[in-house]
């Protein structure tokens, strides 16, 4: 969910790592807490822009394109500011685009926060270096009452809307 003052100005479906929750090197796991966008990589690249290293390489790929899953679009690299992520930076956790976008919603990646390349771009263009993160595991709306603003509701995945 993207917040903005304690405002819902939308909701993204995600995939978290298929292996394990939390920030202990070599588990490949999706690390909980609060974070903040470090690093902002990527802006002008095509959806479906291969990065590698951070770099992008020239390919392309179109959604679910076959046989290969790597970093794609954009990425927004994680800082933890919590005891318990404090290595997200060191072991390179993102929010980023993925051309697996078949698997989005289900438990897939190695730690990162994957997104449809469109949702991404979107994400992207609304937040800053230093914008606040908070990877929560429990139901969007009991996770996301505490960040709200007061008149601000959220009922399930409420009337929010998914960016297109």
């Keep these: 969910m993207l917040l903005k003052k304690g405002v819902p100005l939308a909701v993204y479906p995600v995939s978290t790592s298929r292996f394990a929750l939390g920030d202990e090197s070599g588990r490949y796991g999706t690390p909980l807490g609060k974070l903040e966008i470090a690093e902002k990589i990527g802006t002008g690249l095509p959806p479906g822009a291969v990065l590698k290293s951070r770099e992008p390489t020239g390919e392309v790929l179109a959604p679910n394109a076959p046989g290969r899953d790597p970093v794609v679009t954009r990425i927004l690299w994680l ?3 919590d005891a318990d992520n404090q290595h997200a930076h060191d072991r ?7 051309p697996e976008e078949r698997h989005i919603g289900q438990p897939a990646s190695f730690g ?16 800053g270096t230093g914008a606040q993160v908070f990877i929560l595991n429990q139901p969007l709306a009991s996770a996301a009452a505490p960040l709200l603003a007061p008149d601000a509701t959220v009922q399930g995945n409420g009337p929010l809307p998914v960016r297109p």
């Design 79 to 81: 800082r933890g500011l």
């Design 92 to 98: 390179y956790i993102y929010i980023h685009g993925t």
């Design 112 to 127: 990162c926060v994957r997104m449809r390349s469109v949702d991404i771009i979107a994400l992207y263009d609304e937040v």
